[in-house]
């Protein structure tokens, strides 16, 4: 499934400041015999939600929220941690959520969000700062091509970000579609070894 190509994104960004959120919290296992097109709008934090106290799960009720603009989330250290499944991108996706901002993330929860464009942002010593900033305001820009996170006291943190998934994102495309952009090149360089390592091709089958 492509997405649209992710860039500058304005919206409100809401605290979830909790370490080792894994897979299974952001939606249980038992949702997943669900297909992409039925979503899994309303399931998000299932039964995070359910254990928290009533006082807490009040305050969270922006979780499954609908919002003029997309949403985006503050969370702690390992996001995303836990199991492989894909489903744990799209629930966030479909419950309006473009940008998770975190101190670290799960490394395959990782790549399954920048090939479904979720943009993730690595936020370490200005951690704190932001989340002071949205206790005060939740109102977030960020532009993915100036690599830059803007809260509403104006204050202007950079981030890093692999290049290669930043041009994934900003141009809305997956892997595979950043693979067959190179098909010309990938040609040559065969075209090439053949020349230069014969030895190394199929053999012709002979009749």
Known sequence: MRFEAVNHLQGPCYSLPIDNIDTDQIIPARFLHRSRTEGFKGLLFH??????EQCVATELQWVHAE??????????????C?????????????????????KSFGDIFYGNAT???????RLTDTWPVVLQSLAQDPSVSVKLDEQTLT????????????????????????????????????AAFEQTQAQRFPWLQQPTARI
Do not use: C
């Open 115 to 121: 090939n479904n464009g979720l943009l993730l942002i």
């Open 151 to 186: 809260t509403a006291d104006h204050y202007v943190h950079a981030f890093a970000m692999d290049e290669f998934f930043k041009n994934m994102l900003l141009k809305g495309a997956q892997e595979i579609d950043m693979t067959l952009r190179l098909g010309e090149k990938i």
């Open 82 to 102: 836990g199991s492989s499944r894909e489903h744990a991108v799209w629930a966030l996706l479909d419950n309006g959520f473009k940008v998770i901002i975190a």
């Open 47 to 52: 039964d995070f939600l359910q254990q928290q």
């Open 67 to 80: 919002s003029a603009g997309p949403k985006m989330l503050m969370a702690g250290e390992n996001f995303g």
